[in-house]
């Protein structure tokens, strides 16, 4: 299986994951709602990373294809650390809440 197929299955999954959690995230209260956004973010960075990855990965890499790839990987590198970072605070702070009761 040649490596672009590879990415064209990892950012077909993952942009489905970050569009099931960007509906589901606006229908939950609370906290809950903050995780599924962090999982949202998460999807999206994955994706984000795959395309980047992906237009990196061409035999004719131009000025152009090298700059938005760069842009590409940045922000999805941005976006998964951050995904990461408020899927653990939040899925914690629900933990805490839970313990309250």
């Known amino acids: 299986m040649p490596l672009s197929s590879i990415f064209t299955i990892v950012i077909i999954l993952s942009a489905t994951i970050a569009i099931y959690y960007a509906i589901t995230w606006r229908s939950q209260p609370g906290v809950i709602a903050r995780i599924y956004q ?7 960075g994955i994706f984000l990373l795959g395309v980047g990855t992906n237009q990196l990965m061409f035999d004719d890499v131009d ?6 790839g760069i842009i590409l ?15 653990t605070y939040f899925t914690k702070l629900k933990r805490e809440q839970q313990n309250k009761r």
């Not at 962090?38 to 999206?44: E, L, P, T």
Request: hydrophobic share 65%; no cysteine; net charge positive.
């Open 38 to 44: 962090a999982r949202m973010n998460i999807g999206m």
């Open 63 to 68: 000025t152009i294809r090298l700059v938005i």
């Open 73 to 87: 990987l940045f922000i999805g590198a941005v976006n998964l650390i951050m995904g990461i970072r408020n899927l």
